[in-house]
């Protein structure tokens, strides 16, 4: 079956404006998790959807970063006036919600780059 | 406060030797799980293994092994006969039980296998 999948692949953008970040997870996972992972360092935890709610966002470092989940599949990370410092891949994982930390299926990612 | 930490930022060794890569993580929870992810240069993340704090047998699976040892909060990975397709970043990663399943990663060791 597909896996998790992320559009775009890429996505260039100039300082201050505003970008959108899709993520298909897999068909029937209920929980869906957002991670940025910048150049030399491990993914960082920014998002994690039970359903429609989003159960957890701690991660997310300010309120220019958002994240929706509407009808509990397909999930958009927003970033609100985008700044240099956003620039990283940011990956999205899916999981069946059970009991014992299930296995997180990573999509390849939306790599961000901020002019 | 949880924190892994891979202290080995980068290793090389020849083809067909054996190298182990050193994961050290810090918890207070007494539930947690611990990972191994793989990441090739394509950049989509692999899930590994999955361990739980309860269960300390050391795990084999073909060339590769792991060692979870709690009185050191140790969870070593050893590959066995290397190949140049073990050639990645291995990121160790924990997540408790009591927060929603989040990961997090360590910094990874970038593992270079030479033929």
């Known amino acids: 079956g597909a896996g998790v999948s992320q559009t775009p692949s890429n996505k260039v953008t100039e300082k201050g404006k505003y970008v959108e970040l899709r993520c298909d997870p897999i068909s029937g996972h209920t929980a869906l998790y957002w991670y940025r992972q910048s150049l030399g360092q491990g993914p960082e935890f920014l998002i994690y959807?039970?359903?429609?709610?989003?159960?957890?966002d701690s991660g997310l470092p300010n309120d220019r970063f958002f994240a929706v989940r509407p009808e509990g599949s397909v999930s958009t990370l927003k970033i609100q006036r985008t700044e240099r410092g956003d620039s990283a891949v940011y990956l999205c994982?899916?999981?069946?919600?059970?009991?014992?930390?299930?296995?997180?299926?990573f999509g390849p990612g939306t790599r961000l780059t901020v002019l | 406060a949880q924190k892994v930490t891979q202290a080995q930022t980068e290793i090389s060794v020849v083809e067909k030797e054996d190298v182990t890569l050193d994961c050290v993580y810090e918890?207070?929870?007494?539930?947690?799980?611990l990972f191994w992810y793989k990441q090739p240069p394509s950049g989509e993340l692999v899930f590994l293994i999955r361990r739980n704090s309860f269960d300390e047998q050391n795990e084999i699976s073909g060339r590769y092994s792991w060692n979870f040892q709690k009185s050191t909060s140790s969870f070593n990975f050893t590959i066995t006969a290397s190949q140049v397709v073990d050639s990645a970043v291995y990121f160790c990663a924990l997540s408790e039980r009591n927060r929603d399943d989040k990961i997090i990663f360590g910094k990874g060791t970038r593992l270079h296998i030479l033929p």
């Open positions: 918890t207070r929870d007494t539930t947690y799980y």
């Open positions: 994982a899916s999981s069946l919600k059970l009991a014992g930390a299930p296995e997180q299926f």
């Open positions: 959807f039970q359903g429609t709610g989003a159960a957890d």
